[in-house]
């Protein structure tokens, strides 16, 4: 991969405006094409008729004025709309697209209209995962490489000099998925109405508030919008791409669930099954959970996640605001189908067998690449790259901030966190589970990284039985049972669990072998593997009892590395799992759950919010490095080995797809490639 410097990531800058239009694939955009018709050319309207000349007959009679013919359409649409439109139940194409579409560039060619995109889910609640595949509509979006931020459904933005003010242009003419306009007054919602109300949402977080104090959202006029912090805020361009609670709150359908605007809302919450109208209004606002609510992206689910027994189905979206070069109305393809699956087994069969279009979530493990490639003929795939971006492939996390305070006083004793790592024989871990591939690893930004950190990268990661022994004898574990495993202060031996995603199976398969390796040093480790809804409920929810967890992601290459630094220090209560009342504290000190972090952690968080006030790339990087030495000095959580390439399924059907993308929750792989632009060739 390509090394990302700041300045080309950032497309900030005191004061500079960006005015550019989206495109995808790195080609720009441009207004909408003049096309050619798809019809005959409009009639002209016919000369006025004139009186016959005088015969020895009787004159005739003028012929009645013919209609002109109808005036052809500007853009060309899907059959299966076509249809529809012909039948009178949908507006034609040209009055269902803003007056400028956006133009995106397919990847190759034109793609055709059709056909269905299949692939596959494990378990039924994986949200994060729709939204990745077809739900990535902001107000801003990142580049496809990567390397920058574009305009979506803001056509423009302008910064402040002192990085304070964001004001954004909405484009004009963008209508929901049931037809109903998209403007300012929606945006607007979600402000005054969501994030604003203390019932929806009573704890805002990063980047609506910042030191302390919520940004405040002005309308400017029916299309413009403006963002005002109290303080600098040099990243928040990069956070509105990544961010989509502004974009997803219509306000024309979620304001009957909101009990401002509904006074028969008691009434509503009763008959739906609700406890309250906070619970009813949760729930519908987001669109995977609620098949009803109109989305601006390019398909829209039949039926909400987990309604039906096997399968997730969506069809496009007929208001879709996007063209090809040629004004094709997109999304090629016709239906997304997902199908669910309890574990992943299954999963990797249908892709063997060719029977899926896209795939890399659940099965795109390293143990399964030989059978793969050894069936890529029959299965009619190809290999798609996917390459790395995270810190590590997986960090393990004990809970500092446990509601055990035993075990948390312990956690927080680096000497233990320092034994463990040196006990983790991480050659072995990348021979089994990683057949080879990747090189021992901290949780710190990657080597091809403007801001890599070699001591944080590399301390503590060799595998040394009598330094192990050494750190957790400093730790006070000097004490053993009968069986050799060491003994806490309180006389018991010195044990926990460690609380895992069933569906990582990578986890689970390095979890097996770091298990003796401890035992090996004293250590007893019980692993407890749960559905995904339980851990995400356990560890990166609001509960502080779990013991430890493992995780992967977090910032390894470009501006990510501030953006999200979860593993370098506490400014992340969910996905910093290891800090969780002290995330919190950095997110709002009143939160009943905040802990006052020690005083060199706070230090490191103030100098984390100079780096999110300034614009300045160099002085970002400056400041971060500080943030490193920080991390590197505390040690917060344990590496092992730095992620590797990984790869997609890709069926030979499926076209326009890259070849590679990078792999990333922030990115968010593939969305910033438009897959509405990809299509099926069944040739």
């Given amino acids: 991969m390509r090394k990302l410097t700041r300045r080309e990531f950032l497309v900030l800058g005191g004061g500079v405006a960006a005015t550019a239009t989206l495109a995808a694939c790195g080609a720009p955009a441009t207004p909408a094409p003049k096309v050619a018709p ?7 309207a016919p000369e006025p008729t004139k009186a016959p000349a005088p015969t020895a007959a009787p004159a005739a009679k003028a012929e009645p004025t013919k209609a002109p013919a109808p005036a052809a359409a500007k853009y060309k649409e899907a059959p299966m709309l076509a249809e529809l439109v012909k039948a009178g139940k949908l507006p034609p ?52 490489t990567w390397d920058g ?5 803001a056509e423009k933005y302008e910064i402040s000099p002192d990085s304070t003010e964001f004001t954004l242009t909405l484009r004009k003419g963008i209508k929901w998925s049931d037809g109903t306009p998209f403007n300012a007054d929606d945006v607007m919602f979600w402000y005054q109405d969501v994030l604003k109300d203390q019932e929806l949402t009573p ?17 400017v006029d029916d299309n413009t919008v403006k963002f005002k912090f109290a303080s600098p805020q040099g990243m928040f361009i990069v956070a509105l791409a990544s961010a989509a609670p502004p974009t997803g709150q219509p306000k024309a359908y979620l304001k009957q669930f909101h009990k401002k605007y509904n006074p028969d809302i008691e009434k509503l919450v009763k008959d739906r099954g609700y406890k309250s109208w906070v619970d009813l209004f949760q729930f519908v606002q987001i669109n995977y959970q609620d098949a009803n609510i109109p989305v601006l992206d390019a398909w829209k689910l039949t039926s909400a996640m987990g309604e039906t027994p096997t399968k997730i189905v969506a069809e496009r979206n007929p208001y879709y605001w996007k063209v090809d070069t040629e004004g094709n109305q997109l999304p090629y393809i016709d239906r997304h189908v997902t199908d669910y699956f309890s574990d992943a087994q299954p999963l990797v069969l249908k892709c063997m067998n060719g029977e899926v279009d896209y ?140 609380e895992i995603d069933l569906n990582r199976t990578t986890y689970v398969d390095a979890l097996e072998l770091i298990k003796p390796m401890w035992e090996k040093v004293g250590i007893e480790m019980q692993m407890k593997t749960m559905e995904r809804t339980l851990w995400e409920e ?82 970002q990087r400056e400041l971060m490095m500080k943030v490193l030495d920080h991390s590197a000095e505390a040690f917060y959580v344990i590496g092992t080995v730095l992620e590797p390439s990984s790869y997609a399924i890709v069926s030979n059907r499926l076209k326009n797809v890259a070849d590679s993308m990078p792999n990333s929750s922030k990115y968010p792989t593939p969305g910033p490639y438009n897959p509405s632009q990809f299509y099926i060739d069944k040739a």
């Avoid at 704890?203 to 309308?219: I, S």
């Avoid at 590590?392 to 004990?398: A, G, L, P, S, T």
């Avoid at 953006?563 to 506490?570: G, N, S």
């Avoid at 060199?600 to 100079?610: C, F, G, I, N, S």
Wanted: glycine content about 8%; overall charge positive.
């Fill in 38 to 44: 798809t019809a005959a050319p409009a009639a002209k």
């Fill in 93 to 144: 194409v040209d009055q269902r697209l803003p007056p400028v579409p956006v133009v995106i560039k397919p990847l190759t060619q034109v793609g055709k209209y059709g056909g269905e995109w299949h692939s596959g889910m494990v378990g039924k609640g994986q949200g994060a995962w729709w939204q990745r595949h077809t739900g990535y509509e902001n107000l801003l979006r990142f580049t496809p």
């Fill in 149 to 153: 931020v574009m305009p979506n459904l």
């Fill in 203 to 219: 704890k805002p977080g990063v980047p609506w508030v910042a030191d302390g104090k919520m940004v405040e959202l002005t309308k």
């Fill in 359 to 498: 795939q890399a979530f659940y099965v795109n493990e390293p143990r399964n690449k030989a059978v793969f490639v050894d069936n890529q003929k029959k299965g009619n795939y190809r290999f798609m790259e996917l390459t790395p971006t995270n810190v590590n492939e997986m960090v393990i996390q004990f809970n500092l901030n446990c509601t055990d305070k035993a075990r948390a006083e312990l956690y927080r004793n680096k000497d233990f966190r320092i034994g463990l790592s040196h006990a983790i024989n991480r050659q072995e871990i990348m021979d089994v589970v990683h057949v080879g591939q990747g090189q021992p690893w901290q949780a710190a930004p990657r080597p091809e990284s403007d801001m890599y950190h070699e001591k944080l990268a590399k301390q503590y990661t060799e595998y040394d039985v009598k330094k192990a022994n050494e750190y957790l004898d400093k730790a006070g574990l000097t004490k053993k049972d009968d069986k050799g495993f060491r003994l806490g202060p309180d006389g018991k031996r010195v044990s926990f669990i460690m």
């Fill in 538 to 619: 356990r560890c990166r929810g609001r509960a502080m009892e779990f013991h430890a967890t493992a995780h992967r992601f977090g910032g390894g290459v470009g501006t990510d590395v501030i953006e999200d630094a979860r593993y370098f220090l506490p400014m992340s209560w969910s996905n910093g799992m290891w800090g969780k009342a002290w995330g919190l504290w950095y997110t709002n000190p009143k939160d009943e759950l905040a802990v006052e972090p020690p005083e060199d952690t706070k230090k490191a968080l103030e100098v984390y919010r100079q780096v999110l006030a300034t614009a300045d790339a160099k002085k």
